[in-house]
C-alpha cells in the first residue's frame, strides 16, 4: 500500500538505518517512532525500512496513511488493510485472518488488533517479530485512538513490532495515554550535505538545457547549501527546472533560485521555491484564481470524482482542470492509482503536506464561498 516515493539514495541514510536496526534487534519496545518535519525525508526512509525487511522476510506489512481516503479510515478498517498486507506478503496467515473476519464483527478496536494482526503474525511462527510500518500517522485523523490502543501488544513484540513516522514527536505532544505504550522515539535529522550535493550532481545531468547552459560547480554548492538538508527541496528544484513552465529556459531559473538568500532550514526556502513555481505556472490572474479554485476543492475532496461532476461542482470548465492539472504534476510527489488517471483526486494523495500547507492555500480552503453559482 505505499504512495509514490522519492528516490532513496544509495546509503543516505546509513547513520539512521543502522541505528534503527539496532534498536529494533536489541530492545523488546514494541514501537519505533520516527518523527522530525516535513520533507526531512520520513517517507523516503520508511519505503527503503520496508525493502530492508521484506527481503529478509520481517516485513508484516507497509501502509502509507497519508494516500488513504477520510471516509475509510477510522482504526478498525485501518487495522482490516494492514491484515490484507499481512495476508499478501505471507499467505500462510490468511486461515487466521478469515477467521477474524467472523469473530470481530463490531467488537472493540483492541479485539481487532489481537484477532486481526496478533493471531496471523503468531501463527507464523517465525523466529523473530515481524515489523509493521506505518507511515505518516500525523496525516491520519484517528491515530492517536490507534496509538494508545497498541498498548494492548506491549508484551507481544516477540511476535510483532511497529515502525511508525510522525512530523511530531508523540511523547512531546503529550498524546492521550502515551505512556502506556512501550515507544522509542527517534528524531530523523537532514541528510547530509555530501548526498545532497551528489543527488544534484546526478539529477542536474537530466535538465533539458538550452545553448549548454548548465550548472556551474559553483551552483551546485550554493543549491546545497541552499537545501538545508532536505530531499523534497532538493527533488523539487529538478522538477522545476526539468519542466517547462514558461518561456524562461532552465539556466534563468536556476539563477533565480541560487539568487535566494533563504536557506530551507533557516526560513520559508521550501515555500519560497513552490511559490516560485507556482507563479511560473499560473502567470494571468485568472489562472490563479482557477488555480486556487481548483487547490481549494481537491484539499477537502475526499473520494475520486469524474471530470464532469467535479466540474459541476467547482464550476471550472472541464478543458481548465485538464490543463491545470497537466501543469501540477510537474510538483506532485504521488502518482494516481493505475487507471484511474482520468478521475479528479484529493490533494492529499498527490501532493507532499509542505506543498499543502503553504499559506497560500489557507483562504482556498473555503472554497465553497467562492466558487461561481450554478
Not at 122 to 150: C, N, V, Y
Request: one cysteine or more; hydrophobic letters at 40%.
Amino acid at each position: 500500500m505505499s504512495r509514490t516515493r522519492v528516490e532513496y539514495l544509495l546509503d543516505s541514510r546509513k547513520p539512521d538505518v543502522d541505528k534503527l536496526c539496532e534498536l529494533e534487534s536489541n530492545s523488546t519496545i514494541l514501537v519505533l517512532c520516527i518523527y522530525g518535519p516535513a520533507g526531512i525525508g520520513k517517507t523516503t526512509l520508511a519505503g527503503h525500512l520496508s525493502d530492508e525487511f521484506r527481503s529478509a522476510g520481517r516485513l508484516a506489512a507497509y501502509i502509507c496513511l497519508g494516500a488513504i481516503r477520510m471516509d475509510s479510515s477510522d482504526p478498525e478498517t485501518i487495522v482490516k488493510m494492514i491484515a490484507h498486507e499481512i495476508g499478501c506478503i505471507h499467505p500462510q496467515a490468511i486461515p487466521k485472518i478469515v477467521e477474524a473476519m467472523d469473530r470481530c464483527h463490531g467488537t472493540l478496536l483492541e479485539n481487532h488488533l489481537q484477532q486481526y494482526i496478533l493471531g496471523p503474525l503468531r501463527s507464523l511462527g517465525h523466529p523473530q517479530p515481524l515489523i509493521i510500518i506505518m507511515d505518516a500517522m500525523d496525516e491520519w485523523r484517528d491515530h492517536p485512538t490507534f496509538t494508545k490502543a497498541l498498548a494492548l501488544l506491549n508484551s507481544e513484540s516477540s511476535v510483532v513490532k511497529f515502525i511508525l513516522t510522525d512530523r511530531l514527536n508523540p511523547c512531546a505532544s503529550r498524546l492521550p495515554d502515551i505512556d502506556k505504550v512501550s515507544i522509542y522515539t527517534y528524531a530523523l535529522g537532514p541528510i547530509s550535505n555530501e548526498v545532497i550535493k551528489a543527488y544534484f550532481q546526478k539529477h542536474l545531468e537530466t535538465v533539458p538545457w538550452v545553448d549548454g547552459r548548465k550548472a556551474s560547480s559553483a551552483d551546485v554548492e550554493k543549491l546545497t547549501a541552499l537545501s538545508g538538508g532536505l530531499p523534497v527541496w532538493a527533488s523539487t528544484v529538478i522538477a522545476v527546472l526539468s519542466y517547462s513552465f514558461s518561456e524562461s529556459p532552465p539556466h534563468e531559473i536556476l539563477a533565480e533560485i541560487v539568487g535566494s538568500r533563504r536557506r530551507v532550514g533557516g526560513s520559508d526556502g521550501l515555500g519560497d521555491l513552490y511559490r516560485n513555481a507556482l507563479e511560473r505556472l499560473f502567470p494571468s490572474s485568472d489562472a490563479r484564481k482557477y488555480f486556487r479554485w481548483l487547490m481549494g476543492a481537491t484539499t477537502v475532496l475526499q473520494e475520486p470524482l469524474s471530470l464532469i461532476d467535479f466540474s459541476t461542482l467547482t464550476g471550472i470548465p472541464p478543458h481548465l482542470i485538464n490543463k491545470i492539472q497537466f501543469s501540477l504534476s510537474a510538483l506532485q510527489t504521488r502518482s494516481p492509482p493505475p487507471g484511474s488517471e482520468k478521475m479528479i483526486h484529493p490533494a492529499t494523495t498527490l501532493f507532499h503536506l509542505s506543498f499543502l500547507e503553504l499559506d497560500l492555500f489557507q483562504a482556498s480552503r473555503h472554497f465553497t464561498a467562492s466558487f461561481p453559482a450554478q
